[in-house]
């Protein structure tokens, strides 16, 4: 409830919410991690940038959108599905990423730790 | 029981006459089918029959043909072949264990190894066959066995706990699945053949030779060109198998496969007429030399034939029924001998004349070694007609190739293409099922016929499960599945029923559809057509797809914020995204002509940031290893040296391959360097729904390969030759010809048509050749549009044409000069750190990607 006016302990300045088109993704480095933070449907979601089936940090680059309901990102390596929200995959259910909780606070995102 | 006729020993009664008494001997797969066949018969009115059955074997009918997975954990009961109480609750009396010993024909009667007699009006044999056992000394031995019975799985699965090692004597279709058995049963498994190479009888030499290498990588040892002389005490094993050139081969159990005899014993010794080579010689109604008697199954001799197939054995006992009940409504004929079946997992498919032996017979063979798969296609001297085939690897042809063979279908032009891969996914060009007469049977196990299949799906039966319980189509060997699916589609499709072709969840919509609907309607962005025409927040295949459609139509600078997230991956980053998360940079180099100066360039710009460079095949020159941030900076250095984007990352336009034509070529009739940069400078930058290439060629000798590209132009005498749709790649299609001699001018505007009528009208990811394939009229029709103009489109099409054209930017030139664009060729949107976790190792004097186990190394 307390607004994060910058980084601290708690969250990580991202960048401005203008800075990422709609439907686009950026990576932010947080806390030493790799995260990938999109703005979808007037949500911005945050998940781990990490790939696990090519191992490459590269999910920020993929292409977001919505599969049976699912907010998802796909990877641009070889297109597995990662649900934003959740962090399950698709394809197989026994690979889950971790996700991030944003907020964004006068302008700019924040991703929490 | 009340009627029946089983007589106590020396009391025969004598028939009941209002009934026929059926005696049937021998209770295997298609004596079963008879009396099911028969029991229908009755059931329907055609007669009153009492029905007596004998079985050798302590259990009733079950499915041979799946024997071997009762390794894999199936019980008997899973195999049998009998609904429960179809005997009981029908009356029909079987002797079970009680195997048939004698047969007197003037007293019709038959009689029982435990003593029962039995008199008949009809008496079917189904006795089947028996394992060859080769006289080899040593065959009598403890721990040998046959594979047929599952008597025999059963001695074998006590055998294999005792050793390690197994060997099948036998390379044939049974010996593969032996071994495959062994395998499973965790022994070290081998195959010993006589003949110099494995299923002799179906394939031909290249087949057998891939098929071999797959098996090997399977597990299983094969040994050919082995004549086993004695088999006698082993050291390390139980047995030692010595063969004729001295080798030998230790093993624990040895599984005799070496072909099949008919079991004719009983039928020979009661005075039946027995073929030559064993085998009780029967007609079209299957009926013996006694008109008595039937015989059918594997212990029937037809026109000299022994039918080792079930589906054969099955079309015997229904002409055996037609016959007794009188209906006559078939007769055997004779059986297509074609097999596909699944050994050890690998696909091998024989269809008819597989050795060509034909006269005239000519054959087409592809073999893939990377994916290991063998083809070969027989047709006859006019490639007229299928005359065989041997598929090995991938038997997916088989349903379509099978259907030509037996319907005498005519071969489409090129008959190679039906043993060509597809590529994408798309359906290999083969016959429409549609031209499928009704009588064609699909399901040969089962004897259904796509007109059985027609009616059933008429009368509701729309997905393939239902259809298979309705019909039994592909419920047996299941190798007509994919054509009986084929047929569902196709009368679906012809009933109206939506068979959807909605690009995704999101658009109901083909590709050529949206491509309409933003030209007509003038819509600029993706938002805009979901808002008028789709749902949700779209995904990975439509954004990458209107995203192509809007850069073909309206050709804005794609990395525009709101057409930036549509784009597919290596678009996004305008360069090739490797594995690693790096990407490569691929300078255009049009027609391939590059000075100097401009060489020394990409030298020195490879070396600054440490790029791994490498010669296309597309006539230039590769860069990997650039990281996100590093990109623009690459570019910005090209930009200056003259350079522009080569697209290398895009559907779009890629290269124009050229030789070096009239200029310096002593052969050479035209410039082929200047038409090649001519048209490449005219294309570039046109996206489309794949890659587009193109090649020219300074003469006929074709150094360029134009033949083999998306479009090809060749030099002549007077002019020009324009080829389209060819394709290298994972299906290669040589290019059509569509216009000969034609001037710069309308070489051109050729060009122009044939590629803006492919943008408008593809599918996504759909390649000229592909389309073309598909296009209804193919080349024909391409021809009448682009050099008839039979639409009377040429002109909107040059139009659009000119547009992308007159609109060409350089994309990175426009990126590096945008300072918010920029911004985004960064790893961290809040930092100047890099990626840490790319890595490159050394190799041959250049950078590439460390491999995981060299990551770890360095840890
Ligand atoms: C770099 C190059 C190999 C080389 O070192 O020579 C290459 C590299 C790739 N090819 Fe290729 N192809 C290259 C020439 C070819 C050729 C030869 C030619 O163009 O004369 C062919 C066969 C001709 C043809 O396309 O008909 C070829 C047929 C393919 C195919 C199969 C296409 C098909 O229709 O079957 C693919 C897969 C696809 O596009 O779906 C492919 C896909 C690829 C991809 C994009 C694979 C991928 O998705 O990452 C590779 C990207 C490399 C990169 O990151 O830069 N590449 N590729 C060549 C680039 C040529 C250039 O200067 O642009
Ligand atoms: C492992 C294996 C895999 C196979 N795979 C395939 C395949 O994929 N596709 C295919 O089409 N075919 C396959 N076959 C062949 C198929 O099983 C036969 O074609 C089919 O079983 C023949 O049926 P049948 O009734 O003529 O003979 P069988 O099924 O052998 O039945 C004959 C029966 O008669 C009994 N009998 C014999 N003499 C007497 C007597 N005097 N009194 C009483 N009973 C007697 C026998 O004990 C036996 O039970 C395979 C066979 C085996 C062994
Ligand atoms: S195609 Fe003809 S002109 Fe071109 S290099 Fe070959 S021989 Fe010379
Ligand atoms: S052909 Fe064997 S199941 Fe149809």
């Given at each position: 409830m307390n607004a994060v006016a910058q980084t601290n302990d708690l969250a990580t300045q991202v960048c401005e919410l203008d800075f990422i088109p709609e439907h686009g993704g950026v990576c932010a480095l947080v806390e030493g991690q790799q995260v990938a933070v999109f703005k979808l449907g007037g949500k911005v979601l945050a998940i781990d940038n990490y790939d696990p089936f090519s191992e490459a940090y590269v999910l920020s680059r993929g292409i977001v959108g919505d599969l049976k309901g699912q907010l998802v990102i796909a990877s641009p390596v070889y297109k597995q599905h990662f649900n934003l929200e959740t962090g399950v995959c698709l394809e197989d259910e026994e690979v889950t990423l971790k996700t991030w909780e944003t907020e964004v606070v006068d302008g700019i995102v924040y991703v929490k730790h | 029981m009340k009627n029946a006729k089983i007589l106590e020993p020396d009391a025969p009664i004598s028939a009941n006459k209002e009934k026929q008494t059926v005696v049937v001997i021998?209770?295997?797969?298609?004596?079963?089918?008879?009396?099911?066949?028969?029991?229908?018969?009755?059931?329907?009115?055609?007669?009153?029959?009492?029905?007596?059955?004998?079985?050798?074997?302590?259990?009733?009918?079950?499915?041979?043909?799946?024997?071997?997975?009762?390794?894999?954990?199936?019980?008997?009961?899973?195999?049998?072949?009998?609904?429960?109480?179809?005997?009981?609750?029908?009356?029909?009396?079987?002797?079970?264990?009680?195997?048939?010993?004698?047969?007197?024909?003037?007293?019709?009667?038959?009689?029982?190894?435990?003593?029962?007699?039995?008199?008949?009006?009809?008496?079917?044999?189904?006795?089947?066959?028996?394992?060859?056992?080769?006289?080899?000394?040593?065959?009598?031995?403890?721990?040998?066995?046959?594979?047929?019975?599952?008597?025999?799985?059963?001695?074998?699965?006590?055998?294999?706990?005792?050793?390690?090692?197994?060997?099948?004597?036998?390379?044939?279709?049974?010996?593969?699945?032996?071994?495959?058995?062994?395998?499973?049963?965790?022994?070290?498994?081998?195959?010993?053949?006589?003949?110099?190479?494995?299923?002799?009888?179906?394939?031909?030499?290249?087949?057998?030779?891939?098929?071999?290498?797959?098996?090997?990588?399977?597990?299983?040892?094969?040994?050919?060109?082995?004549?086993?002389?004695?088999?006698?005490?082993?050291?390390?094993?139980?047995?030692?198998?010595?063969?004729?050139?001295?080798?030998?081969?230790?093993?624990?159990?040895?599984?005799?496969?070496?072909?099949?005899?008919?079991?004719?014993?009983?039928?020979?010794?009661?005075?039946?007429?027995?073929?030559?080579?064993?085998?009780?010689?029967?007609?079209?109604?299957?009926?013996?030399?006694?008109?008595?008697?039937?015989?059918?199954?594997?212990?029937?001799?037809?026109?000299?034939?022994?039918?080792?197939?079930?589906?054969?054995?099955?079309?015997?006992?229904?002409?055996?029924?037609?016959?007794?009940?009188?209906?006559?409504?078939?007769?055997?004929?004779?059986?297509?001998?074609?097999?596909?079946?699944?050994?050890?997992?690998?696909?091998?498919?024989?269809?008819?004349?597989?050795?060509?032996?034909?006269?005239?017979?000519?054959?087409?063979?592809?073999?893939?070694?990377?994916?290991?798969t063998y083809k070969k296609l027989v047709v006859d001297a006019d490639k007229k007609r299928v005359l065989g085939a041997v598929l090995v690897g991938d038997g997916d042809a088989y349903g379509n190739l099978l259907q030509m063979k037996l319907n005498d279908m005519d071969l489409p032009e090129t008959p190679e293409a039906l043993i060509l891969p597809s590529v994408d996914g798309e359906a290999a060009a083969g016959l429409g099922v549609d031209a499928l007469p009704d009588t064609a049977q699909i399901c040969s196990c089962n004897n259904v016929t796509k007109g059985d299949l027609c009616s059933a799906i008429a009368s509701g039966c729309t997905d393939m499960g239902q259809l298979k319980d309705c019909t039994k189509a592909a419920t047996a060997c299941g190798g007509c599945a994919a054509l009986t699916k084929q047929v569902l589609d196709n009368e679906l499709e012809k009933q109206g029923i939506e068979v959807d072709k909605s690009i995704c969840e999101h658009f109901a919509y083909t590709r050529q559809e949206l491509e309409h609907i933003i030209r007509v309607e003038k819509i600029k962005t993706f938002t805009e057509l979901m808002e008028k025409h789709g749902e949700g927040h779209g995904c990975d295949i439509c954004k990458p797809t209107v995203g192509s459609i809007l850069a073909s139509t309206w050709n804005e600078y794609v990395l525009k914020p709101q057409h930036s997230v549509l784009q597919d991956t290596n678009d996004r980053a305008l360069a090739n995204m490797q594995k690693n998360g790096t990407y490569s940079v691929v300078p255009r180099v049009p027609g391939g002509e590059i000075t100097p100066d401009k060489l020394i360039v990409l030298g020195e710009v490879a070396k600054k940031y440490n790029l791994y460079t490498k010669i296309t095949g597309g006539q230039r020159i590769d860069l990997f290893g650039a990281q996100l941030h590093e990109l623009p900076l690459i570019w910005e250095e090209l930009i200056a040296a003259g350079f522009e984007t080569g697209q290398a990352y895009g559907k779009s336009v890629r290269t124009v391959k050229s030789c070096v034509g009239s200029t310096w070529c002593r052969y050479g009739v035209q410039d082929s360097v200047g038409m090649a940069i001519f048209i490449e400078e005219r294309y570039k930058g046109l996206r489309s729904p794949h890659k587009l290439k193109f090649a020219v060629s300074g003469c006929t000798r074709e150094c360029a390969e134009a033949q083999s590209k998306d479009v090809g132009v060749i030099a002549t005498e007077n002019g020009w030759n324009l080829y389209v749709s060819g394709n290298g790649g994972m299906k290669p299609r040589h290019a059509d010809l569509i216009a000969s001699d034609l001037d710069d001018e309308t070489l051109i505007k050729y060009i122009d048509r044939y590629l803006m009528f492919y943008i408008r009208t593809a599918d996504r990811l759909q390649r000229t050749s592909v389309w073309t394939e598909n296009l209804e009229g193919g080349v024909d029709y391409i021809r009448e549009v682009v050099c008839e103009d039979s639409l009377g489109i040429g002109a909107e099409l040059e139009e659009q044409m000119e547009l992308i054209v007159d609109t060409f930017q350089c994309e990175w030139k426009t990126t590096v000069e945008d300072p918010e664009r920029r911004k985004h060729f960064q790893h961290f949107v809040n930092s100047k750190e890099t990626d840490s976790n790319i890595k490159w190792v050394d190799e041959r004097g250049q950078i590439r990607p460390a491999q995981k186990t060299e990551l770890e190394a360095e840890v």
């Open positions: - | 021998g209770n295997g797969m298609v004596g079963h089918k008879f009396i099911e066949q028969l029991q229908e018969a009755k059931a329907a009115g055609q007669g009153d029959y009492e029905i007596i059955t004998f079985c050798e074997e302590p259990l009733l009918a079950y499915d041979r043909v799946h024997l071997s997975e009762y390794f894999g954990g199936k019980s008997a009961d899973d195999l049998s072949l009998v609904t429960p109480g179809f005997y009981e609750d029908n009356g029909i009396k079987v002797l079970l264990n009680e195997k048939a010993t004698g047969i007197d024909r003037d007293a019709k009667t038959v009689t029982g190894s435990q003593g029962t007699v039995v008199e008949y009006d009809k008496l079917v044999m189904a006795t089947g066959s028996y394992p060859f056992v080769p006289p080899v000394p040593g065959k009598e031995r403890d721990d040998v066995f046959v594979y047929r019975t599952i008597d025999d799985l059963d001695q074998m699965m006590e055998c294999s706990k005792r050793g390690k090692v197994g060997v099948v004597v036998g390379g044939g279709l049974l010996g593969l699945e032996a071994a495959n058995a062994l395998k499973n049963l965790g022994l070290e498994a081998h195959v010993v053949e006589f003949a110099p190479g494995l299923m002799g009888v179906q394939l031909d030499q290249g087949g057998s030779d891939m098929l071999r290498t797959k098996i090997e990588e399977l597990g299983v040892q094969v040994h050919t060109s082995k004549n086993t002389q004695q088999i006698v005490d082993g050291d390390d094993c139980t047995h030692r198998m010595e063969f004729a050139d001295g080798t030998s081969l230790e093993t624990d159990m040895i599984v005799f496969s070496a072909g099949i005899r008919p079991q004719d014993e009983l039928a020979r010794e009661f005075g039946l007429e027995i073929g030559e080579r064993g085998g009780i010689i029967i007609d079209d109604n299957c009926i013996t030399s006694d008109p008595n008697v039937y015989a059918i199954g594997e212990c029937a001799l037809y026109d000299n034939m022994i039918y080792g197939l079930v589906a054969p054995g099955y079309a015997m006992a229904q002409a055996a029924v037609d016959h007794i009940t009188g209906s006559l409504k078939s007769t055997f004929a004779g059986a297509d001998m074609s097999t596909k079946l699944k050994l050890l997992g690998v696909d091998v498919c024989s269809i008819g004349d597989a050795h060509c032996r034909t006269e005239g017979a000519q054959a087409y063979t592809f073999v893939d070694e990377t994916a290991q």
